[in-house]
């Protein structure tokens, strides 16, 4: 069985798979004072709701992460609790997808994954959008190539930006509002927020398509099903679409 790690800035998600199948995953917050040994216990109480165990059940480790001092502590904790060396997505690692960027070891290992994956599943031109801590959008070629895409703050970053420097305003739940022209504050916040950023990335998939032709478009992330439901663009929802790329990545590796 494969672990597969996804380690972002806000959050670490981990997927445990049989073969193809994605038997579990797991959302925890990233935390980058977390030691080697904090990360095996963890670990070890994911399993163990399904009745596994380090020594028995995991035979391959495979890692995306953009925390360079996380990324130590799971290589660590890969070589002492399971005694072999975890696959981390850098430069080196055999994609089977050409990265048409200046300079492709700038792209971040969850967008690689994202490519791939979303490569495998629904082909190309393919378009994923990114819910993390910042909103990613990647454009895939017709023949698989990864051509680049667009950063942009991610919504809870934005939010926690607007809260920080407007005193009057407090923070809120983020859900849709009843209605779009917001009826207090909240609802107007909530209301900007949720179809401000589904506008937003409309309007930039829409730019991506003048270039690339009708695509197909992808989303995931942490906060992707909560607003994929008001965006024009979005046609597929792959919550777990990073961890998918990066099994795939890793059988490459094999």
């Not at 935390?31 to 963890?42: F, G, H, P, Q, Y």
């Not at 690692?93 to 490519?115: H, Q, W």
């Not at 801590?133 to 017709?142: K, L």
Request: net charge negative; with cysteine; aromatic share 8%.
């Amino acid at each position: 069985m494969l672990l597969a790690v996804d380690a972002g800035n806000t959050h670490t998600v981990v997927g445990l798979f049989d073969g193809s199948e994605l038997v579990d995953h797991w959302r925890i917050a990233t935390n980058a004072e977390r030691t080697s040994d904090e990360l095996a216990l963890m670990f070890q109480q994911f399993l163990g709701f399904h009745g596994f165990s380090f020594d028995d059940a995991i035979t391959g480790v495979a890692v995306c992460s953009g925390v360079p001092i996380v990324t130590a502590a799971l290589r660590d904790m890969t070589s002492r609790y399971f005694g072999f060396q975890a696959m981390v997505l850098e430069p080196g690692v055999r994609t089977g997808m050409p990265i048409l960027y200046d300079n492709p070891k700038e792209v971040g290992a969850d967008r690689i994954a994202n490519a791939v994956g979303a490569f495998v599943s629904y082909g190309g031109p393919s378009i994923v959008v990114d819910f993390g801590t910042a909103t990613t959008i990647e454009a895939i070629s017709r023949k698989g190539e990864y051509l680049g895409g667009a950063i942009v703050p991610g919504i809870e970053i934005s939010m926690d930006a607007l809260f920080g420097r407007a005193a009057g305003l407090r923070r809120v739940e983020l859900v849709a509002p009843k209605e779009v022209i917001g009826k207090s504050t909240v609802e107007s916040i909530q209301s900007g927020a949720i179809y401000g950023f589904s506008g937003q990335v409309d309007a930039i998939v829409r730019l991506f398509e003048a270039e690339l032709g009708k695509c197909k478009v992808i989303a995931t992330g942490g906060l992707a099903e909560l607003i994929s439901p008001h965006t024009r663009c979005i046609q597929h929802l792959e919550p777990w679409l990073t961890l998918y790329g990066l099994r795939t990545i890793f059988e490459r590796n094999q």
